[in-house]
């Protein structure tokens, strides 16, 4: 019977003996994690806007003569370039315009040589005068007569060659605009306004349309909380698609919207953009240098912060640091030098001392 139950018990220690399994290998029990390489970097605090791209500057174009509209050849918000005809005009009785202007440049010519005359006239009655008074033939009361009569003569004739030089330079101008029917594009820019219809009489220096520049301006709004973090000169970002253009700020409204209570600010740009394009304005508030590591890479524990390094052999270690600015999920830190590996994925797995494993496809740079 001892025989057979030593047989039994040698049986049941070789089944449970044969059942159990190998022991793990050791990388296998370490904790994967990923690490990145600390380094010296410069995080920006940066505000952003919508802005719009504006009117930059804006001329009123005009005939030098009365005249009917014929036609206009582009409508407003249109796109033209430098040259291109704009309007033309039927001009409405021409040859009487630059008679009338002759007449009235004569007429006002004739004033000034009879206005001179009578100047010239008291000037020399005034002379006379003078050297009778002197003698004592006449008294003080009739020399400043004729004093005052020789000084509203002069301003007689300096009033009438006033009259005569805007005759003349109406006249001249008139009789340059024979065959000047036309409205052409100064530059290149857009029709923004039109005033008139076509087979409207418009008279000869009155506004036809308004021809914009584009694309140097963007305008932005700015709440009363953060207008005084924005000043003259300000050097701003404009992302246009995927360009990046630097503008500087040259106007800002001294007083909000009514409605909005949002102050204006007016950027003006290096480089062109279609008007009406919404683009996306920043403005970088303040800069920090230093470490940085993603935010969760540093734990704390009783209100001390500590990240993990890693060492050649794969040993964590547990550093204290601290946290100098956190913008976003960025912070800059001191405690560490640059090109430490330090655990950002798997840290709240492991203590110090730890050995660990590094999952290749999660190493930072």
Known sequence: M??????????LMGVFTGC??????????????GIIEAQIKTLEIVKS????????????????????IETFFYQENDRVNEGDLLAV???????????????????????????RDQRDYLLTQYRNFEELYASGSISKIA??????????????????????????????????????YELVAPR????????????EVVPAGTPVLAFAQTGTHVKIHAGSEEIHEIKRHDK????????????????????????TLEYEVTILL????????????????????????????????????????????????????????SVDNQVVIEGISPGEKVIYEGNHLINDQDAVKVREQDVLP
């Not at 820019?189 to 005033?195: P, Q, T």
Request: hydrophobic share 40%; glycine share 6%.
């Open 2 to 11: 001892k025989i057979k139950g030593w047989i039994c018990l040698l049986l």
């Open 20 to 33: 159990q399994a190998e022991p793990p290998k050791e990388s296998d029990s370490l904790t994967r994690v």
């Open 49 to 68: 806007y919508a802005g719009v791209v504006a009117y930059a500057e804006e001329t009123l174009l005009s005939f030098r003569m009365t005249g009917e």
């Open 89 to 115: 005009i039927n001009p409405i009785g021409y040859a009487s315009q630059i008679e009338g202007a002759k007449r009235d440049y004569d007429s006002t010519l004739n004033q000034v040589n009879q206005a």
């Open 143 to 180: 020399l400043d007569e004729i004093e005052l009569q020789y000084e509203n003569a002069s301003e007689a004739y300096a009033s009438a060659l006033s009259q005569m030089n805007k005759a003349r330079t109406y006249y001249e101008e008139t009789a340059r605009a024979e065959g000047n």
């Open 188 to 199: 290149e820019g857009l029709v923004a306004r039109i005033f008139f219809e076509p087979d």
């Open 236 to 259: 701003m970002q404009v992302q246009y698609g995927d360009k990046t253009l630097e503008g500087r700020v040259v106007a800002i409204a001294s007083a909000p919207d009514a409605v």
């Open 270 to 325: 290096e480089s062109q953009i279609p008007l009406g394009q919404v683009v996306r304005v920043e403005k970088t508030k303040e800069s920090h240098t230093g470490l940085v590591l993603p935010i969760y890479a540093v734990l704390a524990e009783g209100g001390n912060f500590y990240v993990f390094t890693l060492d050649e052999e794969g040993i964590a270690h547990q550093r204290p640091v601290k946290i100098r600015y």
